[in-house]
């Protein structure tokens, strides 16, 4: 079993910043690509970033390139997510999601993750 577990979301003014941790534990030996979802009332779940294991290849939804940045530590089996420049169009609950396969590059659906989190909200002031 694969365990993924979000914190750092809150509360934030427009322009300001916030990094998001994801913690894994269980059997992650075999977690390739770990990256983030989100998803907004009344939105459909949307990509947002990606990054395979030895963090030498990522990927961005163009709606947050230039502002987020994905990073990995895997001796700690965590990924981040560090958001400047936030946006009242960030907000939304943001999921961690990981898998065995290389998708860093043309996996943006929700159903090509295999392992997810719970979620943390991240809320932008206008």
């Known amino acids: 079993q694969v365990q993924l577990v979000e914190s750092g979301g809150g509360l934030v003014q427009a322009g300001g910043s916030l990094r998001l941790s994801c913690a894994a534990s269980g059997r992650t030996f075999n977690i390739y690509t770990m990256g983030w979802f989100r998803q907004a009332p009344g939105k459909e779940r949307e990509f947002v970033a990606a990054i395979t294991r030895s963090g030498g290849s990522t990927d961005y939804a163009d709606s947050v390139k230039g502002r987020f940045t994905i990073s990995r530590d895997n001796a700690k089996n965590t990924v981040y997510l560090q958001m400047n420049s936030l946006k009242p169009e960030d907000t939304a609950v943001y999921y961690c999601?990981?898998?065995?396969?290389?998708?860093?590059?043309?996996?943006?659906?929700?159903?090509?993750?295999?392992?997810w989190g719970q979620g943390t909200q991240v809320t932008v002031s206008s």
């Open positions: 999601v990981g898998d065995r396969r290389d998708l860093v590059g043309f996996a943006m659906k929700p159903y090509d993750y295999a392992y």
